[in-house]
């Protein structure tokens, strides 16, 4: 039973990202997709704004949330479910030209996506007025995995609930 699930699971995967292929692919994605997807290497956009809050005596607090947020997303993300999951991505099993520089790492879950909705969410929750400028850049860094071919979808979903996750265990523990 399992099997067959993961076979579905794998055919979908798959085709989104033929979908995403064929009728997105085009020279200005292919120019703004790696750009938005170096926003959230490392979380820098998201270190950025924590800084930002930091150097702003009023949300240091919050900028210290942040910050704790992407430690805690990326132990459990990149230093824990990655290594214990394993997924080759999609790139692997493909002989194309990539706009990018193919991650080192395993691909389940989507370390970008976990990060960006993590911080997405804890800054929401302090600028509620935001939030959707928010969700908006980490959907836009969790798309460009797919486009890029370096995450397969349900990486960037299962990155999204979890970071999610994430920041609600962040916010029960600071609270």
């Known amino acids: 039973m399992y099997l067959i699930i993961s076979k579905k ?3 979908l995967d798959n085709y989104i990202l033929y979908i995403i292929r064929k009728y997105l692919k085009n020279r200005y994605l292919d120019i703004l997709m790696p750009f938005t997807t170096r926003m959230g290497n490392l979380g820098l956009i998201w270190i950025i704004m924590a800084v930002i809050l930091i150097l702003d005596k009023p ?3 919050i900028g210290g949330s942040v910050i704790l947020t992407l ?3 990326a132990a ?3 230093g824990l479910v990655k290594h214990i999951v394993r ?3 999609p790139c692997k099993y493909k002989n194309n030209n990539l706009l990018i520089t193919m991650p080192i790492t395993y691909s389940f879950p989507s370390g970008h996506a976990l990060s960006s909705f ?3 969410e804890v800054l929401s929750m302090s600028f509620s007025q935001y939030k959707f400028i ?3 850049i980490a959907f836009l860094i969790a798309f460009s995995r797919l486009y890029l071919d370096v995450h397969y979808p349900t990486d960037v979903i299962a990155g999204i609930i979890i970071g999610i996750l994430c920041s609600k265990f962040i916010f029960i523990i600071l609270k």
């Open 9 to 11: 699971i794998n055919s």
């Open 76 to 78: 459990l993300g990149e």
């Open 87 to 89: 997924r080759v991505r």
């Open 71 to 73: 430690i805690v997303a």
């Open 59 to 61: 949300y240091r607090a």
């Open 134 to 136: 928010f969700m908006g």
């Open 118 to 120: 993590a911080v997405a």
